[in-house]
């Protein structure tokens, strides 16, 4: 017999109707905006255009040694002007129009030349870095990148918070000190020490409220968007800060980074199998005749793209899962279900969340669990409590 449709979750202030428009708008901007990419690779591959680019900066280059990191910095701007225009019309326009971001224009362009700077500034050392190990190690070239990524994803995680996230957003000690020290104390409960609590100018991008723990080590801290701290309850933030704090619990930043190289693994290994075949079968076409060639890197991109679309919802998948157990956590260190209840109400209203998206949807691209399973979640503990 077929289970009765569930009754669906009754959100006060969430407009449905807007919130599955807005999430339609979304869906067709990234459909969009990943076909714009594609297209944009394959048409830098064919007709030799990627490996003529790159001869005329060897040319032009007194160093030919910097002609490869001159090239992937190109291919940086160019893909940036290239996304510049959905970026725009389909993300900072939609978000006026849903009234989830406030940000002026002006403001919105300096973070993304701003963006641009810092991801060419990190990307160019690291694809040279990536290329001389494929020319130099052409048979095991996977697993010592597959190796280095590891050790690469630690040194993000700690030095993010303090060196590049401060480029976009204004951190200062949280200024609330009740809130701070009930903070405290609920990491300090389950044994986790972090160096202080802060608060951060979301505002400035968008209206939609957030709360996390970043960094790792001696870099872990507490962070709250104004846009929380305006709007929710104290016991609404502690119960989202504790579901913060699940994570933190129970290692799931290691358990990411763990599935992370897993994949990374699996991927590159499967790349060294496949690319080579890929390059002998398209170089009339792409004029590149090797994988070391600095000029593959838009075939190299497409093939992990297409790789990364398959895996998409494994890791949406293993995500969700972590997401639930915090989720479990909070409401048990808490002992406040009705608390985070209400704080995901509060954070489906502003965010414009769909509370039930279709379920294709969800097992491709969600990260979270629909907001209404959250909800019913909540709701299910406080009735048993």
Known sequence: ???????????????????????????AVLAASTGVSMARLVWLASDRRASRLLKIIEERTPDRRLAAPAFFAAM???????????????????????????????????????????????????LTMVYAVIRRRPRDWWLILASAAVP?????????????????????????????????????????????????????????????FTGIGNTRRIVLGDTLLERFEHDEIEAVIAHELGHQVHADIWRLIAFGALSGFGSSWLLSRLMPSVVRR?????????????????????????????????????????????????????????AYARAMQRLAVQSLADPDPPRAVVFMLYSHPPVAERIRAALGAENKA
């Open 1 to 27: 017999m077929a289970k009765p449709p569930r009754k669906p979750v009754e959100i006060p202030g969430l407009d449905v109707g807007k919130a599955k428009h807005y999430s339609r708008v979304r869906l």
């Open 76 to 126: 940086s701007a160019m893909s940036w002007i290239a996304s510049l225009p959905i970026d725009y019309f389909g993300g900072y326009q939609v978000e006026k129009r849903f009234a989830l971001t406030s940000q002026p224009v002006r403001s919105w362009l300096s973070d993304q030349i701003k963006a641009l700077a810092v991801g060419t500034l990190i990307q160019t050392p690291l």
């Open 152 to 212: 690469m994803m630690v040194l993000f995680s700690n030095l993010a918070p303090v060196l590049l996230m401060p480029i976009f957003n204004r951190f200062v000690p949280l200024r609330d000190e009740e809130l701070a020290r009930r903070l405290r104390e609920l990491a300090a409960s389950r044994g986790v020490e972090v160096s202080d609590v802060y608060e951060v100018d979301l505002s400035r991008q968008s209206e939609k409220p957030n709360a996390m």
């Open 282 to 338: 398209t170089s009339a076409r792409t004029g590149v005749n090797e994988l070391g060639d600095a000029a593959s890197l838009p075939l190299f991109t497409l093939a992990a793209a297409a790789l990364g679309l398959v895996l998409m919802p494994i890791q949406a998948a293993f995500s969700r899962a972590l997401e639930r157990r915090a989720d479990r956590f909070a409401i048990e260190l808490t002992v406040n279900a009705d």
